[in-house]
């Protein structure tokens, strides 16, 4: 059957469903229409058709089969590539294995082993931060301390700049940064990109915010290139991805100023926003459930003893708990619960055919939830990762995907999850928190990333803290 024949909601003549289309909130409507026309349909967008998949083995061929048979749809390359991102988020095909190549290298296992003693660092330093907060004001926004504390993360791993936003609040790289996702979500849904022609007051701040980023990236780059030229031992032993990413690029003449500053800015702007949304979303699920943080304070005082934080790299292994809890946070509150694709050829799959350069979406989290998938499905279980202590039957980890799949997983997630663990057991070993804005008043909003609307939350000393 053509994916166009395929069920789906009606529609409006001409126009079909374009207008009902909620774009805030797209990844809860498909997943109501997934309920009512099934795991794979076709939503009629008036001038196009979308074909929706939430079948697990259908979202796991697709990933399998990039970049040969499907690529990301080809709008969102466009508005990133308008801003001069051309990088491994969005490249193709062997341009695409160029800039894999040259990533991986910079976020490899040994990189990451030497980077941990500064991922240490700002973890003490937002530990002094909630502190602080504790002693100084009551409820307060989460969010930003996570953005904060990714964006000097990040930073430092991305170029060597030591960075300091978490405690020094100016942070004018981090304010810019956060104008690019919504912006970039925007664009893409847009029918018609009336911001080619006519500048809102926000495309004029997105587009100003974009060129001092690149400015501040391209200035990184010139310095770090004359740093390497000045000390040529550095290249045998790069300290940071950036030094990395340039040592390989002498090597490729194919690799160019252009796509190292494409990279750079994949790795601060997918790393600051994916990684702080899923600890925010962390803080909203944990809140009612004290058997699980104790649980997870359990075994960080096992882990850490007496310290306060980790300390060694190796005790990252040991937080198997504090894995799980981040799995089922990861599960139930994926930042990327969709994405877009469209096939390169003609393809059938399972029975369903897909005209070249149509336009596919993936829900990928609506398959996380459902319960032929996962046994309590829309219950908070870290121990369903656990398979020695499991209760949950039912467990298809093919319709687990944060960090999608196939040749085009994630280079990144290994240092998101570093990240995650370091901080949620800093924050069960130190703190007791409480939500202070009621769970139903806190909104999943779709701005390219799934982020959460703004919430308060109280921190005190934790109790009894061995």
């Not at 991305?158 to 405690?167: H, R």
């Not at 790069?238 to 690029?249: K, R, S, T």
Request: one cysteine or more; hydrophobic letters at 40%; glycine letters at 4%.
């Amino acid at each position: 059957m053509l994916s166009k024949d395929l069920p789906g909601p009606k529609g409006k003549p001409i126009v079909g469903n374009m207008f009902e289309v909620d774009i805030n909130n797209l990844h809860n409507q498909l997943s109501d229409w997934v309920d009512e026309y099934g795991d794979v349909f076709n939503l009629n967008l008036g001038l196009t058709n979308m074909l929706i998949v939430a079948k697990p083995s259908m979202i796991d061929y697709i990933q399998k089969n990039r970049p040969t048979l499907f690529r990301r749809m080809d709008k969102l390359n466009n508005v990133l590539k308008e801003e001069g991102i051309s990088g491994v988020f969005n490249a193709e095909g062997e341009e695409w294995k160029r800039h894999r190549m040259m990533v991986a290298k910079g976020l490899d296992i040994k990189h990451q082993i030497a980077f941990f003693p500064w991922m240490m660092t700002v973890t003490d330093r937002l530990k002094r931060k909630w502190q602080k907060d504790v002693k100084e004001q009551g409820a307060f926004s989460i969010q930003d301390d996570f953005l904060r504390y990714t964006v000097d993360v990040s930073t430092n791993l991305a170029f060597g700049k030591e960075m300091n936003t978490l405690e020094e609040r100016q942070g004018a790289i981090q304010d810019d940064m956060e104008k690019v996702f919504p912006m970039i979500f925007k664009r893409i849904n847009q029918p018609i990109p009336w911001y080619k022609w006519f500048k809102s007051k926000a495309d004029k701040e997105y587009n100003a915010a974009t060129d001092r980023l690149q400015e501040f990236v391209d200035d990184v780059i010139t310095s770090t290139k004359q740093k390497l030229h000045d000390n040529p031992s550095l290249k045998e032993n790069p300290q940071n991805f950036l030094e990395a990413i340039i040592v390989a690029a002498e090597e490729d003449q194919h690799f160019n100023d252009a796509d190292i500053r494409s990279n750079l800015l994949t790795l601060l702007l997918a790393g600051e926003d994916t990684t702080a949304h899923t600890l925010t979303w962390a803080i909203t699920l944990l809140n009612d459930q004290p058997e699980v943080i104790a649980k997870a304070r359990e075994e960080v005082d096992r882990v850490l003893g007496e310290h306060q934080t980790v300390t060694r790299f190796e005790q990252l292994q040991q937080l198997e708990y504090i894995g799980a809890v981040i799995n089922e946070v990861m599960r139930l509150k994926p930042v990327a619960p969709i994405t877009l694709y469209q096939p390169n050829e003609d393809v059938e799959v399972e029975g369903v055919k897909i005209p070249k350069d149509s336009r596919m979406l993936l829900h990928l989290r609506k398959s996380a939830t459902m319960e032929e998938h996962f046994s309590r499905a829309g219950e908070f279980v870290p121990e369903r990762w656990i398979k020695a202590k499991s209760q949950c039957p039912v467990h298809n980890t093919a319709a687990y995907n944060p960090f999608g799949g196939g040749p085009r997983y994630c280079p990144g997630a290994n240092l998101a999850l570093t990240e995650m663990k370091l901080v949620l057991a800093m924050l069960f070993k130190n703190f007791d928190f409480k939500l202070e804005t009621n769970v139903e008043d806190i909104k999943e909003i779709m701005a390219f990333t799934m982020m959460a609307s703004d919430f308060k939350v109280s921190f005190t000393p934790r109790k009894n803290n061995h």
